[in-house]
């Protein structure tokens, strides 16, 4: 055999590894985890590791969502994959929409959704303060932390809910 036709073979066999190592890992257990709820059917999120081969960085990454999907869609499934990977520990979640990065997630949070979603805490809590933890992709603070009175706090957070989701899947042309 050529030795190039060796090389591209050998790279294919590379390439076919790391696509299973994503399928078995990180998307199809999301996946099933998501189907199980036909709340999801709304919308279309894949996970995968980031360039498919960086273990440490997950990328939950919005595909596609209906005109009736509402950001409590899109965030349930956040939700949903922190639980289905709850096992897993990561140094950073991306949430990408159609390849696109558009906000990160600390690894260790994205963990603790994952459990606190698993032992039945409240949703409206869990995503109401998801926006605070939310950064760029700079590192920055996406999000203020807000203080005050308690509807005053409220109001400040279920904005930021709305603009998050806006800035991640709503508006295409967002970053």
């Known amino acids: ?5 060796k090389g591209a073979l050998g790279l294919a066999v590379v390439a076919a590894m ?6 078995a890992s990180v998307t199809l257990p999301v996946a099933r985890a998501l189907d199980q709820d036909p709340a999801n059917s ?6 995968y590791h980031r360039a498919l081969v960086l273990p440490g960085t997950l990328v939950v990454d919005v595909w596609g969502a209906q005109r009736t999907a509402t950001p409590l869609d899109v965030l349930r499934v956040l939700l949903q994959a ?3 990977l709850n096992e897993h520990s990561y140094d950073t979640v991306v949430l990408a929409y159609r390849g696109a990065p558009r906000f990160i997630l600390p690894g260790f949070y994205f963990r603790q959704l994952g459990h606190d979603y698993g032992q039945g805490q409240n949703i409206a809590t869990l995503i109401r303060t998801l926006p605070q ?3 760029t992709l ?8 807000w203080t005050g009175g308690m509807l005053g706090v409220l109001d400040r957070q279920m904005d930021d809910v709305k603009t998050l989701s806006r800035r991640w899947w709503m508006d295409p042309h967002s970053s």
């Not at 055999?1 to 036709?5: L, S, Y």
């Open 133 to 135: 933890n939310v950064r």
């Open 138 to 145: 700079d590192g920055g603070a996406a999000f203020e932390t």
């Open 82 to 84: 922190a639980a289905a």
């Open 18 to 23: 790391v696509a299973g190592w994503n399928l």
């Open 42 to 47: 709304t919308v279309h999120v894949v996970a």
């Open 1 to 5: 055999m050529i030795k190039w036709a």
